[in-house]
């Protein structure tokens, strides 16, 4: 059973920056596409990015407007979110998880929180 544990968020002003991390275990992480994804308050949660397994390409929802990167390290068994010119509708709980395309397997954790001040 994979497991993932995301940490990194945090209070940042808007124009601020965080770096989101998250660790997985319970597989073979190498073999499997990433993705992020956030929900705010009374909203559904969406997809943010994704990560492929094989040559590390990358997607990306169209909010993101080239603000946020992923990264993934596999001998580490993690994946990364860093999160550029951050604005107040960024506020939410972000979860990474394994992915098919920009849809997310059943691996939730727990999320981290991210508030961005106006």
């Known amino acids: 059973q994979v497991q993932l544990v995301e940490s990194g968020g945090g209070l940042v002003q808007a124009g601020g920056s965080l770096r989101l991390s998250c660790a997985g275990s319970g597989g073979t992480f190498s073999s499997y596409d990433m993705g992020w994804f956030r929900q705010a308050p009374g909203k559904v949660r969406e997809f943010v990015a994704a990560?492929?397994?094989?040559?590390?390409?990358?997607d990306y929802a169209n909010f993101v407007e080239g603000r946020f990167t992923i990264s993934r390290d596999n001998a580490r068994n993690s994946v990364y979110l860093q999160m550029n010119s951050l604005k107040p509708e960024d506020s939410a709980v972000y979860y990474c998880?394994?992915?098919?395309?920009?849809?997310?397997?059943?691996?939730w954790g727990q999320g981290t929180q991210v508030t961005v001040s106006s």
């Open positions: 990560i492929s397994r094989i040559r590390s390409m990358t």
């Open positions: 998880n394994v992915v098919i395309g920009r849809l997310p397997r059943d691996y």
